[in-house]
Nanobody, 123 residues
């Protein structure tokens, strides 16, 4: 069983940084590919970044490339999202999710989701 809990959200000024974390309380974390998604008010949930089981492969949405970095620590069953040069349009609830297979950028490919953490970027 995978149980994901996000942390690290908050209010930050444009140009600032935040580091999100997502911990799994189960014992199968390394078996899952992980992803980060976000959802702004009135909009659909969108893909942000994903990482392979070993952490050797990553992918990003074009809107965050060069600013965000996804990483994982399998020994601590935790995935991270380092966010730099934040913009107001990065505002939203950020979710981590776990999948076995399927396309990294599709919501439906992920079987397990955290409760989300709010990120607000002021201009």
């Amino acid at each position: 069983q995978v149980q994901l809990v996000e942390a690290g959200g908050g209010l930050v000024q444009a140009g600032g940084s935040l580091r999100l974390s997502c911990a799994d309380s189960g014992r199968t974390f390394s078996s899952y590919k992980m992803g980060w998604f976000r959802q702004a008010p009135g909009k659909e949930r969108e893909f942000v970044a994903s990482i392979s089981r070993s952490g050797g492969a990553t992918s990003y949405a074009d809107s965050v490339k060069g600013r965000f970095t996804i990483s994982r620590d399998n020994a601590k069953s935790t995935v991270f999202l380092e966010m730099n040069s934040l913009k107001p349009e990065d505002t939203g609830v950020y979710y981590c999710a776990a999948r076995i297979g399927g396309a990294a950028d599709l919501v439906d490919a992920y079987s397990y989701w955290g409760q989300g953490t709010q990120v607000t970027v002021s201009s």
